[in-house]
Structure formats: C-alpha cells, structure tokens
C-alpha cells in the first residue's frame, strides 16, 4: 500500500475546488479561519448580514437531499413481449433541407410557445432552479411529452420522428435552453419507452404520459466523474433472482427532485444497460445539484443504494442503452443550435445600436466579422444535427454524424456563447441581458449525457 | 423532407468521378506538382472522356457548364436537386484526387462559369467548346476588383483592351480568357464588363507563368493587353453602364463559382482525412466515434475535430448548391460555404501533417502537397475576409459604405 501522509490542518486540497497539492501557509491558516468565523451563525445573531445574502431553498441551497419524489402507484398492465414501433421515415432519395408541412407546423406552434412564454421566464427560472408550473402544463398541451411516442400508444407520431424531435428542441432551446430540458426531460423518457419498451413496459408506463397528469419524468445517463463515458458507466446492476438491484451515483437528473419515473443507465454483467426505476422505490435518494447553467430543469444527483427492481424495469439491451446514448446526444446538438440561434438574434441588432467612436460597433469588421462567423458556424451546426436525424428518422446507422455533430456543437457552441458576452462587452457580463445565461448554458453540450432525447 | 444525403441520381456520377481522380490524378498528382509548368497531356484523354459523357447525358450536367441558371425553363414545383449538386459534387471527388489537375481540366475553367453564368443565348452557343480561362486580378488591385484599371474602349464595332492581369489560372493553355475591364473608370463598378478575348488576338500576350507553393499543376499566368481588338459581341451580358444594377451582372458569377471552389477545399480536404485516417490506424490509433473523445489519445480527439470541420464545410457547401438549383438565393451561402471550406481546408491538410510527422511532411506522401494546394482555396475566387465581409453585410443589413 502506498504512503499516505496523514491530512494536517496545513493541507487545504480535496475542496472548495483545490487540487491535492494546495497546501496552506501561516497567512493562509489565518485567513481560513476568518473565513470560517465569518460563516457561522453568530454574526447572522448579531444582525450584521444583510438578508440579501441569503440563498432560496430550492434546489438552489447546496446540500439539498430528499428520498425521491412519494409518486404514483404504476399498475402493471401488458406481456412480456416486444411492444409497438413506428416504422422508419420513408427518404425519396433527394437532397432537401425542408421540413415536411406537418413539422412546420409543428415549429411554428413551438416557436411561438418558446418566444411568448419561455423566453420570458428565463431569467427567473434560472434564479430559482425550477421551471414554473403554468410553462410545463402549457408545454403539455402542445403535446411536447408525446412528440416521439407512436400513435397507438397515445401519441402522436407515426414514423420515426428524430427530425422533428430535433426541430422542437431547437426551436423550444430559442426561448431557453434550461426551461427547454425542463418541459422535454419527460418527453424524453416516453420517447424511449415507446422505441424501446416491451409491451409491458408500454402498457404500464406509457398511459400515464398520455393523460392529463404527465408524471416528471427523466432520463439519467451522467455520472459525476472526469471523462465519463455513458457506455462504462460506474453505477452497478446486479441480479437478484428475476430482478435486479442497483447502486452507484448519477448527474444531470432533470426535475430530479419531482420526478416520478426514471431511465437509469447502468452496468449489467458487463455491458451498459437502461432500467426503469420509480422514485418512491426504497434506496432511492435525490440530491440537489445546482450547476454553472440549464439551472430552470432543476438539476440533481440521483443516489442508488441498494434499490431493487423487478424484471420489468430493465430496458431494451445494450445496443438500445447505445442508441439512447446516440440520441439523446443529438437533441443536446438541436439545443446547441437554438440557443446559437438566440444569441445570433440578440447580437445582431445590438451591435447595431451601440455606438463607439461616433458610429455603430457594427461598422467596424472586428466587430461584424465575428457576427459573420456566429452565422457561419452555427449553420454548419444546425446542417450537421439535421443530417445526423434524418439518417435517424431513416433508419440508417448516424454513429459518424452524431458523434460529428456533438463534437462541432460542443467546440464552435461554446465560441457563440463566448463571443454573444464578448460583443455586449460588460454589458454581456450582467444579468440585464441574456447572454451571460446563453454563455453558461453552451457550457453543457458535449459534457452533457441524458435528460432530453430525440 | 429533411434529407442530407447524397442524391441517389448523382451517385453513379459521383462514383465515376472517384474513379476518374483515383486511377487518373492520383496517379500523376506528384509528377505534375514537381514539373510546375509542364503541360498534363494526360488530361486531353480525360477532357475528350468527358466531353463523350456529356453528350451521353451521363455526367448530369457536371463541370464549368453546370453552374448556369436556366431562366426560360419551366419552374417546377418541389424540391430539385440539379446541375449545381452535381457539379460540387463531382468537383469534391476529382479535387480529392488533385486540385491543380482539375483547374488544368480542358473546357472547365473560371472562364467557362462566367461565359455559363452571364452570357446570352447567342454567345453561349459560339463559345461552346471553348477553353476560357478568368483574368480579373491586376497587380494594384486584387479583393477591391470595383477598382480594377484595365479599359475597354469603344471603337466602331470593337473594344479596345488596354491592362495588365495576373493570376490567370490557365492563361497560357485556354483558348480564351474572359478579361474584366471598364468601359469608364469614372462610372465606378457599374462600368466593369467582361469580354472574351481569343488565344491569338494581336495585342494579348502571356508575359510569364508564376512559380509558387502549390497547384503547382495548374499554369498561373501574368497578361498583357495592349490596343487589343476584340468584336463588340464578345461583350458578355449587356453592354449599358446600368449603375441601378451596379456590379451584380459579373458579381452574380461569383454566387457561381464560389460553391465550387468551396467544393475545392472540401475534396482536398478529405483526401487528406482519408489518407491520416488510415496511417493513424497502423499506428495502432482506432477513431470511436461513441466514447468520448477526451477519452481517446489525442489524436484521435483531433481526428474526431477536423472531420466535424469538414463535415460542417462539406454541408455548407451542398447547402449553396442545393439552393441554386432550387432558384432560392444563395449569395450569403456561397459565401459561407466558401468562408468555412476555405479556413477548414487550410486547417484539416495541415493538421494531417503535423498528425503524421515526418512522414506526413515529407515528398513521400502526399499530405504536404495537400497542405500547399489547400491555401489558394482560401484566397481566390474571394478571400476568406471578403467572404466574411459579405456574410457580415447580409446577417446585419449593412451597405458596403457603412461596412467597409
């Protein structure tokens, strides 16, 4: 066994963001334990913090833990065997970048939706981690949680809709990025149900996303780990006679803390495997986890200790867990998009307006050419998330183009957030405009594994 | 339907043409990049092939002609997918084979997309077959081509030309060149005309070919036009000083061609993919494209970025194409296809190079070549600033006097 050097009040790492190496100097003893007086109780006693300092209990407040959400009773319904498909998208074979009428359609309600009702709730959403209740219900009549579930389940698709997903989420992501995981995380999981359930799966699970009270639902492939990989992942899948029981630690749970059903990647002899796991199932426990952005989804860790599950829960096989990490990466890059998009609109008229020496900023080629790449980019992006979900929606093998997509959105994704605050200048830096929301947001695509699907 | 496929009916064109660079560029690609200067014989064969495929229908309107706009044609409704696709289609596959060889191709010049861009019924059946090449740039102007200072005068039934061009691709091998020139300095960039000038007109004379870094293949001429005469219908397009339309009739060409040159990058680019994918991989470097690429070694992380480059440029590109022939406007996407083709060209040849060391860098491949051919992809034909500045006008609804 190697050495461990016991961990003296001089060594400082393992926290607050410090590497191991940190090690503390008498000044900085002193000052830590300034620090640690200014945090206690007394001086709140003594009246000297101003009340503005104090954080919403919600999701926001660090150390947040509750068992996961009392729920729904599921009843059981359906066989054991393989559950409805919609077929793949019919091509013509032709080069075409427009949508069919019904996804127009469908866009167009969206569009108007993200902009006359999402983008306006952004900037609270995002102070409080939660997405308002009236947003979801009215996600719910637009039908956002069954846009990828096939007719004869109660939804609305009739071939495979990874195109359309794709458009809806980068439509729903113009408004706001974290408010569009929040009103699609459930959507997310009845898309997967309906693709991959058996028929028992979808008789017991599915109803419920096609009524009234759509439960908070999630799907939950992260894990909190540097270079996390979805297809090893660390949490453990166990047999126990017909069933299974489960234990390890996940990231990125949209509406963790309320919902009622997740899809939880894990590892089953060896190889990555998705299962159904119900909130109120004992060992179940929900941990806030406010993050840099998407804060409106409410995100939390999910903690599996020891929870059983029966046969029904596991999902697919793992080349289902494979494709679901597929496309669920893809809606990440639809997101990309919509929110490139916002911060496309928002520049360009500002840099319009704002003067500098005597004339618009936009008259100056540092200025504009930046504007000019956002475009570029950015439509190189949405180009390679749409080839990417028609290859989906027709069946074809879209490894290449995901893995593609995902990896030009995460680099040139980022830039747009970084060059949106950069041409606001200070003003990018205040919460006054979005930008700075739009910056922390773009963070999230190419780290972000699960929660939405197309 | 969103659909971004290749077109099941210029796959088989597509094919051929992936034939056509592997066993016939390839094959010459380093002999004609060290014996700059010296003329392709094997591309005559080629030509002629190509010419005979035509006729046959069977090439779909690839090449310099494909790029014309039929105005008389009947506009049918839905989605088409044409001569433009087919053209960067094609294009992409014989520059993956070698960028010089095909700016050399016989009947397939710059010139060629203008004579097929501006030219009105009567000049574009005389000047069929013809080998035109393009002589825009003057050794005092290059990007601000509004400005430039070759005259046109008129003098009975002919124009007199009086300049000094370089850069011309093929000016030595064409049999004529479409020379832009003013017909009044004064009138500013509404007086620019082009004219085709004949190999052999008394007065036009090539001074010298350019040595340089690459498309070394392709011939790159200085020429002179001193009281050179050429027929009044050898103007191209109308020959009134239209200052309302200003300079859109010989810019319109550049919508044109610039999808092309963008196809340019994307072909020379994904040779040089091709080639490191596969010397990575006897380096024991696999490219997953599902674990995580801060996963893989750093190259294959690389890899994993250069080819999301180039599948961004490769779809910009077919975007602008697929919008021409749809007669939808494209002068905003021919510049952004030709704006990231052209930086990503630059960026994917010479990372392959430093991916594959030595070996990369060396004459022994060809991956150093492609990292010289590449860089002229983002200089002619409109660089990558003017590009910018123009995507950057469009996006922000500024005139070229607001941003200069």
Known sequence: ?????????????????????????????????????????????????????????????????????????????????????????????????????????????VKEFAAEVVRPAAAEANETCTAPDDLLKASLEIGLPILGVAEDLGGIATERSAVGGVLVHEALA????????????????????????????????????????????????????????????????????????????KSGVARGAEAELFVVGAELDGAPQLFLVESKTSGVTIESDPSMGVRAAGLTRLLLEDVEVEPIALLGDAAVHREVVQNSRLAWCALAVGTGQAVLDYVTPYVKERQ???????????????????????????????????????????????ALARRLCAEKGMQIGLDGVQLLGGHGYVKEHPVERWYRDLRAIGLMEGAVLV | MINLETPKKVRPLVDQAHQVAMNMLRPISRKYDAAEHEYPKELDMLAAMIDGLSESGASGGAGAAGVRRDESAEEKAGNKNGANLASVLSIMEMCWGDVGLLLSMPRQGLGNSAIASVANDEQLERFKGTWAAMAITEPGIGSDS?????????????????????????????????????????????????????????????????????????????????????????????????????????????????????????GCARASLDLTRDILEQAG??????????????????????????????????????????????????????????????????????????????????????????????????TQQIQQLIVARRILGLSSAELK
């Not at chain 2, 051919?373 to 002619?380: N, R």
């Open chain 1, 1 to 109: 066994m190697a050495f461990q050097p016991v961990k003296s009040v001089l060594s400082a790492g393992g926290r607050h963001g410090l590497s191991e190496n940190e090690k503390r100097d008498p000044i900085g003893l002193a000052v830590a334990a300034l620090n640690r007086f200014a945090q206690s109780d007394l001086i709140d006693r003594l009246g000297i913090r101003r009340s503005s300092e104090q954080t919403v209990f919600r999701v926001t407040s660090a150390g947040f833990r509750t068992a996961g959400a009392a729920g729904r009773a599921f009843a059981r319904a359906g066989k054991a065997g393989a559950g409805k498909r919609v077929p793949s998208a019919a091509g013509k074979g032709l080069f075409d970048l427009t949508p069919t009428e019904d996804e127009q359609m469908l866009v167009d309600v």
């Open chain 2, 146 to 266: 509004a400005n430039l200072s070759t005259t046109a005068r008129k003098d009975g039934d002919e124009y007199v030309l009086n300049g000094e061009k370089i850069f011309v691709t093929s000016g030595e091998r064409a049999d004529s060149v479409v020379v832009w020139a003013t017909l009044d300095k004064s009138m500013g960039r509404a007086a620019i005309k082009s004219f085709v000038v004949q190999k052999g007109t008394p007065g036009m004379n090539v001074e010298r070919l350019e040595h340089k870094l690459g498309i070394r293949a392709s011939d790159t001429a200085v020429i002179t036009f001193t009281d050179c005469r050429v027929p009044a219908a050898n103007l191209l397009g109308s020959p009134e000083i239209d200052t309302k339309q200003g300079f859109a009739g010989a810019m319109a060409t550049f919508d044109n061609t610039r999808p092309l040159v963008a196809a340019m990058a994307v």
């Open chain 1, 356 to 402: 500098a020496f005597g004339e618009p900023i936009a008259h100056r080629q540092s200025v504009a050419f930046m504007v000019a790449n956002i475009a570029i980019e950015l439509q190189g992006m949405r180009l390679l998330t749409y080839k990417a979900a028609s290859r989906v929606a027709q069946g074809k093998d879209a490894s290449r183009e995901i």
């Open chain 1, 174 to 249: 113009h408004g706001d990025l974290g408010l569009a995981v929040a009103a699609l995380s459930s959507g997310a999981v009845a898309t997967a149900l309906s693709l991959y359930g058996t028929d028992e799966q979808q008789s017991t699970y599915l109803p419920a996303f096609a009524g009234d009270e759509v439960p908070a639902a999630a799907l939950v492939l992260a894990e909190p780990t540097a270079l996390f990989d979805p297809l090893a992942p660390a949490a453990k899948a166990t047999r126990k006679g017909d069933g299974f029981v489960l234990n390890g630690v």
């Open chain 2, 285 to 382: 470097i696999a490219i997953d494209y599902d674990r995580p690429a801060l996963s893989q070694s750093a190259a294959a992380a690389t890899f994993l970025q250069l080819e999301a480059d180039w599948e961004a440029a490769y779809l910009l590109t077919l975007q602008s194409a697929w919008m021409a022939d749809n007669r939808k406007p494209n002068s905003m996407e021919a510049s952004m296809a030709k704006a990231k083709a052209g930086r990503m060209g630059t960026d994917v040849t010479l990372r392959c190079v430093e991916l594959c060391g030595t070996l990369g860098y060396s004459e022994a491949e060809l991956l150093e070549k492609w990292g010289r051919d590449s860089k002229i992809l983002d200089i002619f034909e409109g």
